[in-house]
């Protein structure tokens, strides 16, 4: 199983955003992940519910799901994505994201996780002056 890496990263509201990640070996060779599956949220804290729709008998999590493609099974390259549709929906701040992976035989486990800063793309900002620097 892969060890579970800490991993910040940075999101622009309102553009498409892509990280790519490589799972190596202990030797450093890259994993063959050609039959593998990930799964990936992003979320405003860990266990964020949904106060509009969670009961006590029935949790409902607040999070947003990434989705994820194997740019390159052979070696090891996969990647997270958002589209710039989902990051506007995001607010200025600091949110975690974890990653999980499915291998070959079933087995479930997180591969990465870690802090995500949104911030609003510079391009996107609420319509107002400009002042020349």
């Known amino acids: 199983m892969a060890a579970t890496f800490q991993v910040n990263i940075n999101i622009m509201a309102g553009v498409d955003f892509t990280q790519e990640f490589t799972i190596n070996n202990a030797d450093m060779t ?15 804290h860990e266990g964020a519910l949904n106060a509009d729709t969670s009961t006590s008998d029935n949790l409902v999590y607040k999070a947003m799901p990434f989705a994820t493609t194997i740019a390159n099974g052979v070696g090891g390259v996969y990647e997270i994505s958002l589209t710039a549709e989902q990051t506007q929906k995001l607010e200025e701040g600091k949110y975690v994201y974890s990653v999980v992976m499915q291998d070959g035989g079933g087995a479930y486990s997180e591969v990465v996780s870690g802090l995500a800063f949104v911030n609003i793309a510079f391009g996107h900002m609420a319509s107002g002056t400009v002042e020349s620097l």
């Open 30 to 44: 890259p994993t063959d992940i050609t039959a593998f599956n990930f799964f990936a949220k992003l979320a405003k």
